[in-house]
């Protein structure tokens, strides 16, 4: 081998990386590489010594040529093998922690009431939460004026600009053009439902209305802005209280998984008639006042064209947020939104 060729040799064996073994294989074989053009020059040299250079150039080609293949197999491999190690995973290693969510206990809480009262032939329906000032209050025999209203702090809301915007739907005028109070607000209870509901349907039915309602008042422990309530309403020829009682019972003992005992006392709600407040209590000593209920007052059914004198119902509203405090042992309800991830996580 000739001292040229070593060199060349040597070249091509320590290159690097793809980049450098291609840019010697340009310096000798590319285009104006050093061999390419001793073959350039060849038809300048005397006749008797182009055979010799020719082959001596073409020898140094095919070493070359296979050098290059064999320099850049191996240095494919390396670069196989690197991969691999980045790749490589170490199943020694510690794990990365995996937090799963989960739902809210409120969302648990409204999954087992809807469970319940399906069970019990209800059929769960919704209704908006911005409403506006005739379902939440005219229609469910609480006029403007009326002293009742002060029951419910209420968040009032400006005239929507869009017509088209849920908002704007909200408010327009209801009942064949006969109702005109359409101002909105934010639900103070989801009563409201009750109403639009019977003006789509007939009795005889069973639904209840889970829902967030909202209050324009000071909050403590037992009281947010927010929160949530389930309504119930069960309208027919000779619905009554006692059947009420039975379906309220039914349902406390199935969600506390124990006989509860319930009692029964005077309430007042405007549409509602006789009306009551359902107590509960877990000890039989506290009683805790948990629902308020009662038979559907005439001029709710008047209000949504039933006719009051064939058709009876009875209506109740639950606080859900109270029924999870006493269900999971919790003394303030401003916990379930405050998103503390501390309170969260113990559900
Ligand atoms: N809507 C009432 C409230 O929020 C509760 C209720 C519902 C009372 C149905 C009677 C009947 O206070």
Redesign the pocket.
């Known amino acids: 081998m000739t001292p040229k060729e070593e060199t060349i040799l040597k070249e091509l064996r320590e290159a690097q990386s793809f980049k450098a073994l291609e840019e010697l294989y340009k310096k000798y074989l590319g285009k104006k590489g050093e061999i390419t053009l001793i073959f350039r020059e060849l038809k300048n040299l005397p006749k008797e010594k182009r055979a010799e250079i020719a082959q001596k150039a073409n020898a140094l080609k095919g070493l070359v040529e296979k050098e290059f293949k064999l320099k850049s197999e191996i240095l494919k491999k390396e670069a196989e093998k690197q991969s691999f190690e980045k790749e490589k995973i170490d199943i020694t290693l510690p794990g990365k922690k995996i937090i799963p969510g989960h739902l809210h206990p409120l969302t648990k809480i409204l999954r087992e009431i809807e469970e319940i009262f399906s069970q019990m032939g209800f059929e769960v329906v919704g209704g908006p939460e911005i409403e506006n000032e005739y379902y939440n209050f005219d229609a469910l025999n609480i006029p403007k004026e009326h002293p009742a209203r002060d029951?419910?702090d209420t968040f009032w809301l400006k005239e929507p600009k869009n017509p088209k915007s849920p908002e704007g739907v909200a408010s327009r005028p209801y009942g064949a053009g006969k109702i005109q109070n359409p101002r909105l607000l934010l639900r103070?209870?989801?009563?409201p439902v009750q109403l639009r509901y019977m003006e789509a349907h007939e009795p005889p039915f069973r639904i209840i209305v889970p829902g967030r309602?909202f209050r324009h008042e000071a909050t403590d422990a037992y009281h947010d802005v927010q929160f949530y309530?389930v309504?119930?309403l069960m309208v027919g020829k000779d619905v009554n209280l006692a059947n009420l009682k039975a379906i309220v019972s039914e349902f406390l003992d199935i969600f506390f998984k124990k006989k509860i005992k319930i009692r029964f006392q005077p309430?007042y709600?405007p549409?509602?008639e006789p009306?009551l407040e359902v107590l509960i209590s877990k000890d039989g000593r506290k009683w805790l006042e948990l629902i308020?209920?009662?038979m559907v007052h005439s001029n709710v059914f008047k209000a949504v064209g039933y006719n009051p004198r064939n058709l009876q119902g009875f209506?109740?509203?639950l606080g859900l947020d109270r029924l999870a405090m006493l269900k999971y042992k919790i003394n303030d309800i401003r916990l379930f939104y405050g998103g503390d991830l501390r309170f969260l996580e113990q559900f």
């Open positions: 029951m419910w103070t209870h989801t009563s309602c309530q309504e119930g309430g709600f549409f509602v009306g308020g209920a009662g209506a109740f509203g």
